[in-house]
């Protein structure tokens, strides 16, 4: 899934994210466009074995963001202590009830101090490259990862119990 906040619009979003409810989407088309494996088959029956653990998910998910950035002639995001703090503990929440949700980005925006935030997230890729490689091929994901505006990002990545990887990457700008 996709969001992002501008500042002007943060404290309207924050009174409309509330009254929100993500459904999960009733076909191939519409899961592939909201951070869920694009095949349709559950998480557990995907390949969820990561080699290493979450820091080299998370690196991985910075390195192919930015090389996509540059690809398109963009500047390569920075790495930001507390925008990857946010990104790391939406992760942890979403593994730990397993099932994939956005945060409030109007917290983060006010915590970290920006003026605008985005967040991408994800679950059941096995590395970081391969879920740079799904956002991508989303059209509100990729905005996200290609929007000249941003120019900080966290990255955070966490297994479930049952091994499947839940992602998040949050971007932003002071």
């Known amino acids: 899934m996709t969001d992002v906040i501008p500042l002007h619009r ?7 994210a509330l009254g929100l409810v993500w459904a999960a989407p009733t076909s191939a088309a ?8 694009p095949d349709g088959r559950p998480p557990e029956v995907r390949e969820s074995v990561q080699r290493a653990g979450p820091a080299s998910y998370q690196k991985a998910i910075v390195e192919h963001t930015n090389r996509r950035r540059v690809a398109h002639d963009r500047p390569r995001l920075r790495a930001d202590k507390c925008v990857t703090r946010a990104a790391r503990k939406q992760a942890r929440r ?4 397993e099932r994939m949700f956005h945060q409030n980005l109007s917290a983060v925006l006010r915590r970290c ?8 997230v994800a679950y059941g890729y096995p590395t970081g490259k391969a879920a740079v490689k799904a956002w991508m091929r989303s059209p509100g994901h990729r ?3 290609l929007d000249r505006r941003f120019r900080l990002i966290g990255a955070g990545a966490a297994q479930s119990d049952g091994g499947v990887w839940y992602a998040a990457q ?3 700008r002071r």
């Open 30 to 37: 519409a899961a592939a466009s909201d951070g869920r494996p």
């Open 143 to 145: 905005r996200n990862i």
């Open 94 to 97: 979403m593994a730990a009830q």
């Open 113 to 120: 101090d920006l003026s605008r935030v985005g967040e991408n």
């Open 10 to 16: 943060a404290l309207l979003g924050l009174v409309v």
């Open 170 to 172: 949050v971007f932003g």
